[in-house]
């Protein structure tokens, strides 16, 4: 094995969800003193936070903090926790305004930003089609939905106009109809992990790693090195396709239709839904990297990109300057833009 696909061996162990992997070192670097590194499960995922440069005492507690951050955005925007207010909204009957908290709004307001910006490809109402998928299901699914129930939502989604979710004044939203149901899978985990940073920075801490299945944020550097972060093959699990040396204030998402998905007749089904096809996205595309300043926004992008395929998809990132993109094809052929920062890429 090359030295620079030596990642740290326990993240071998969770395939599911690592759609990134933290390599050791370049060739020829010095070993340097290495990050302290602690892992819980939020999110449906794993979530690792690395910090480099601050004593051990600090920075457990600094952790402790962005780690409890992440778990109360979760207890506001998961719609598979019954007390959050995402399933509130959900499971009233549709039509009457709800108060919700101000930060839902804001990250509603994002998402139906990026939705119209889509074309609708981006859409966080599509709750109901998610749940007739069920691909957040333990244990997941192995056959698509019946036909019927997919044409039943169809119908009922094509009878309700626009995104199906307004907004009004003094933090109220609600959803127009029933195949409308909030989800903010594509988008939530970016916030989180941005809001993680911060409580990291106000703890004192300026360089560090985020690590939330596709999400990743990066904080200053790793003793005056680069994090190195390896981008995972689509097709082979200890693959790597692009290695990044990263420094600064960056984001980085990754939507794949490897992360949760089925084969069913040779078919493979995946949990990147096309609104307009009601059923796993077929753009053409199996990954989608975003390098962005901030976490919600590559998120959010990531999993756009990736419905609307090379060509749309490109066309939107132009409409957000300083966001990057590195497309994986069907057929494995890479696509970068200019400015996506990767030390080594290879068509896998
Ligand atoms: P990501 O892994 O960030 O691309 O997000 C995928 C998750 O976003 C899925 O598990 C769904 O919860 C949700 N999702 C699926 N398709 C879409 C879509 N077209 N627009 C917005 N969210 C979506
Ligand atoms: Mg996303």
């Known amino acids: 094995m090359k030295p620079w696909t030596r990642w740290l061996g ?66 506001m925007m998961s719609r598979f926790i019954p007390t959050s207010p995402v399933s509130g909204l959900n499971d009233a009957p549709r039509g009457a305004f709800h108060t919700v908290p101000a930060e839902l709004i804001s990250v509603v307001s ?118 190195h972060i390896g981008l995972r093959d689509p097709r082979k699990p200890d693959g790597v396709v692009a290695v990044m040396d990263l420094t600064g204030s960056k984001a980085l998402a990754t939507s794949g239709d490897y992360e949760r998905f089925f084969m069913a007749d040779g078919v493979r089904y995946h949990h990147i839904l096309d609104p307009k096809q009601g059923g796993s996205s077929r753009s053409g595309l199996m990954a989608v990297s975003i390098q962005a300043a901030d976490s919600l926004t590559a998120d959010a992008l990531s999993t756009a990109v990736f419905v609307l395929g090379e060509s749309a998809g490109l066309a939107l990132l132009q409409q957000f300057p300083g966001c990057e993109a590195l497309l994986i094809r069907e057929d494995g052929q890479m696509v970068q833009t200019p400015g996506f920062v990767a030390t080594r890429s290879k068509t896998p």
């Open 110 to 227: 994002k998402g139906l930003e990026i939705g119209q910006l889509s074309g609708g490809a981006f859409d966080i109402g599509l709750g109901p089609l998610s749940d007739l998928w069920g691909f957040s299901r333990e244990p997941p699914p192995e056959t698509p939905p019946a036909p019927d129930a997919l044409k039943k939502w169809r119908e009922e989604r094509d009878r309700t106009p626009g995104p199906g979710i307004e907004l009004a004044s003094d933090n109220r939203l609600r959803l127009t109809g029933p195949a409308i149901g909030l989800d903010l899978g594509g988008i939530a985990k970016g916030y989180a992990v941005e809001r993680a940073m911060e409580m990291l920075r106000q703890a004192g801490v300026v360089n560090a790693l985020i690590n939330a299945g596709g999400d990743m944020r990066i904080a200053g550097s790793k003793g005056g090195k680069p994090w």
């Open 10 to 75: 326990w993240l071998g162990l969770f395939g599911l969800g690592m759609l990134f992997l933290l390599v050791s070192r370049l060739p020829g670097e010095p070993e340097a003193e290495p990050p302290l590194l602690e892992t819980r499960l939020l999110m449906g995922t794993l979530v690792s936070i690395s910090t480099w440069g601050v004593e051990e005492k600090q920075a457990e507690a600094a952790m402790e903090q962005a780690f409890a951050e992440m778990s109360r955005i979760e207890g």
